[in-house]
């Protein structure tokens, strides 16, 4: 995979957001078609959905046209491939118009459009797997290389007895984190989150006091033995509320994920038995093996039985639901039942059509847990082993001044310069579980969890690099001291 085609434009941003509406709006065209309804009445009804934005303004267009100008819908429709910035969405429509005029079966055509749709659908997630491997790989990549420079400057200033004009310590301060930043702006362009993120005001309102406590503690020098400790705990601290509300968050969306096909299936079976669209729609939702789903379902039940019209049910479900994929798959579902297309065919098709997204998407998820695992480990590493090179080289150099005084006055100096890069290694290890959040779960809210744990795992390696037993220095030392017996 190029550098140009992991990073590089693709298109235009217009483009993109009618590409990842186009699966579902070929889907409710397919769906509405096969319900008999002609064009014209179909892109009336898709500029009425206000789930697919981008799709709606094209079909928002379709429509003034036809009825400002007086042109037939087929020649608008056929014109969309040079008006759109979206060279897919024209070729479907080109092949529509064409299928239409030719007398050819529609909806077989719409239906084989339907499938290849989903196949690049799926082969994107697949490749959206890809890039995050990618970028996981880059990114401790980078990391190592930041190390190895370090070593390089320390080493070679060592030995030639040159003084730089920086303190090469700070390259390991400062760098890892603005390149952590980096990497959190590049996967922020790279995905889109299924499921909102939560609002950042309360996480700063929850988390702002015990950072705050840790900053005044470390400044007046409260515990300063323990101050990394403190400012690790602060970050643990502020990050528990974000973590257990997108916890309840995603529990919801793959709970919801899980239901809507089960739902569409059982409205599809139940409709082969005879039972009415609506009657159906109630009988599927008032099971209750929906997880955290169930309200939303029964509430659905039980408004249709009290002659709530479908449109207020789903107006009602938007502000409960932010997943958009469940969003589309009801709004089909009870535009295709209002329209009176509520045939076995159709409800079907579109229970086919869910479960095959909830498969793409449980795969793509289950395709990204290694690399969470690899995250994890070589973050751990490599803090540790940053750590561990730096406390080796101070104490290294430690050994080679013989002035008991000035060494005393190092060994203060390299205790600060040390704790100072604990600091980094820490906010670097919490920032690090942001971006493997953000990466795995498509949102930033789903890496406080991540956050947390990488926090441990840093102060973890902060312990074991201060214990004696890893002093290199000294082993160096004994090393030295050690006199060889005359055989």
């Not at 239409?100 to 959206?128: C, H, P, R, T, W």
């Not at 705050?212 to 503690?217: K, R, S």
Request: net charge positive; charged share 20%.
């Amino acid at each position: 995979m190029s550098f140009l085609k992991l990073f590089g434009k693709q298109g235009s941003k217009e483009d993109k957001n009618i590409q990842s509406e186009l699966p579902y709006f070929i889907t409710l065209v397919t769906l509405l078609a096969a319900s008999g309804f002609a064009p014209y009445t179909i892109f009336k009804k898709i500029r009425e959905i206000e789930v697919l934005p981008h799709i709606k303004e094209e079909a928002d267009k379709v429509i003034r046209r036809v009825d400002n100008l007086g042109l037939d819908p087929l020649v608008v429709m056929g014109q969309v491939k040079e008006k759109s910035k979206s060279k897919a969405l024209g070729e479907f429509l080109n092949g529509y118009v064409s299928a239409i005029q030719g007398g050819g079966d529609v909806v077989n055509y719409l239906k084989s459009k339907m499938d290849s749709i989903f196949e690049i659908y799926a082969n994107a997630q697949k490749e959206s797997v890809e890039k995050a491997r990618a970028i996981v790989e880059a990114y401790m990549t980078t990391q190592i290389v930041i190390l190895a420079i370090y070593i390089i400057i320390t080493a070679t200033t060592t030995t030639t007895d040159q003084t730089l004009s920086f303190d090469p310590l700070y390259l390991m301060v400062v760098l890892p984190l603005i390149v952590t930043a980096g990497f959190l702006i590049v996967a922020q362009k790279m995905t889109k989150p299924k499921v909102k993120e939560i609002d950042w005001k309360k996480c700063v309102m929850f988390g702002a006091p015990a950072l705050l406590i840790a900053a005044v503690m470390i400044f007046l020098g409260f515990l300063p033995e323990y101050s990394v400790y403190i400012l690790a705990v602060s970050f643990m601290a502020a990050s528990i509320w974000p973590f257990i509300s997108f916890q309840k968050i995603q529990s919801f969306s793959l709970d919801s994920e899980n239901a809507a096909p089960q739902i569409l299936r059982d409205i599809a079976e139940a409709r082969k038995a005879g039972l009415g669209p609506e009657k159906c729609v109630i009988k599927a939702c008032k099971r209750i093996d929906f997880g955290y789903f169930n309200g939303v379902a029964n509430a659905i039940a039980n408004k249709l039985e009290w002659g709530i019209p479908l449109a207020d049910i789903y107006h009602t479900l938007v502000k409960e639901i932010k997943n958009f994929q469940i969003l589309v798959s009801f709004r089909i579902l009870f535009e295709i039942i209002s329209a009176g297309g509520g045939n076995v065919n159709t409800l079907q098709t579109l229970a086919s059509v869910s479960e095959k997204i909830q498969t793409i998407e449980k795969s793509k998820r289950e395709a990204l847990k290694p690399y969470v695992m690899v995250g994890f480990m070589l973050v751990g590493i490599t803090g540790f082993t940053t750590l561990l090179v730096i406390d080796s080289l101070t104490s290294i150099n430690l050994q080679s001044i013989s002035d008991e005084t000035k060494r005393a006055a190092m060994e203060v100096q390299s205790k600060s310069r040390l704790d100072m890069l604990a600091f980094s290694v820490v906010v670097q290890s919490w920032m690090a579980g942001l971006f493997l959040g953000k990466l795995t779960t498509d949102a930033y809210s789903g890496g406080f969890k991540f956050s947390i744990m990488l926090v441990v795992i840093a102060i973890i390696a902060i312990i074991v690099v201060q214990q004696p037993a890893l002093d290199i220095g000294n082993m160096f030392a004994n090393t030295k001291n050690v006199v060889t017996p005359v055989p």
